[in-house]
């Protein structure tokens, strides 16, 4: 337990440091046509270096928030406010998926087509049986990218034969403790997995999460390129890496909607019943909002 503390403190000391040496540094991390530079961003993507520095920024964010309660607020605002952009632009994505289908049924019910191309100036002509299976990939963007969007329009599905009879402070603070406990480990989890998930499906010799930097580094002068290209079926869609950038802008935007939970239901909890719902930016139909 001793050495867990210690390691814990160790790597929080370490954070500010780490940090200021990456920023005064971008070349060796950002420079991807170097191979070495590419296995530092590779390695500390899904590192502990990185997850405490996001951690102390969180700590000290939050601790003059504290102070100064108008910064949680205006973070809330900020965080709510792109969750609810990025859900609002690619929730059109169900749109999409529904409109591409009727094409496809039509092509090969009608017209008996074997391909289709889409596209403005440029044609992007594929197989039929491509575009069928590109549809997962609108799917995935509803799920991955409308996550946080959902969760700021309350359209979650919640548990509430606990939390309903709840009194307003009890609800804030089941929300925070949520937040701290469940949401934000959850997201971390599988920001750690999804990034050498991505990145063994992108460059060559394959990376591991158990791989020390110095074993990686000395991979670098092979490492290449090698984008996953691979297809379930003749013909088939084969752009799968996809996926995988989306399960990391999933974890991405759930940790960062996480903070705002904890933000919010904090300071809904400091300030009262008149500070609920404060600054919440929800999508409300014509007929709502005519007060019908």
């Not at 191309?117 to 440029?122: L, P, S």
């Amino acid at each position: 337990m001793i050495d867990l503390i210690v390691w814990i403190v160790t790597n929080l000391v370490m954070a500010p440091w780490n940090l200021l040496r990456a920023l005064a540094q971008p070349g060796a991390w950002l420079d991807w046509s170097n191979g070495e530079s590419l296995v530092r961003f590779i390695y500390y993507g899904g590192s502990s270096e990185l997850f405490f520095v996001v951690f102390a920024v969180f700590l000290a964010f939050t601790g003059v928030g504290l102070w100064r309660t108008g910064l949680l607020w205006r973070a809330v605002r900020v965080l709510e406010a792109f969750a609810n952009t990025v859900g609002r632009i690619f929730a059109w994505a169900g749109l999409l998926m529904v409109l591409q289908q009727i094409v496809i049924v039509f092509a090969q019910r009608v017209f008996a087509s074997s391909q289709l191309g889409f596209g403005f100036g440029t044609t992007f002509t594929f197989d039929v049986s491509w575009w069928s299976e590109e549809l997962r990939l609108y799917n995935a963007m509803l799920v991955a990218l409308c996550c946080a969007y959902t969760y700021v329009q309350q359209g979650h599905v919640r548990v509430d034969l606990l939390y309903e009879p709840a009194s307003y402070r009890t609800k804030k603070v089941i929300d925070m403790v949520g937040s701290l406990v469940f949401m934000m480990p959850m997201a971390v989890l599988i920001w750690m997995y999804g990034w050498y998930f991505m990145w063994r499906h992108l460059v060559t010799p394959k990376v591991s999460a158990s791989d020390q930097l110095d074993l990686m580094m000395r991979k670098a002068s092979i490492l290449r390129w090698n984008v996953e290209t691979v297809s379930f079926s003749p013909n088939g869609f084969n752009a799968y890496f996809l996926f995988k950038v989306l399960l990391l802008a999933f974890a991405g935007m759930v940790l960062l909607q996480a903070v705002a939970v904890f933000y919010r239901s904090y300071l809904e909890w400091r300030e009262g019943p008149a500070a609920e719902g404060r600054y919440l930016d929800r999508d409300v139909s014509d007929a709502a909002a005519s007060g019908h």
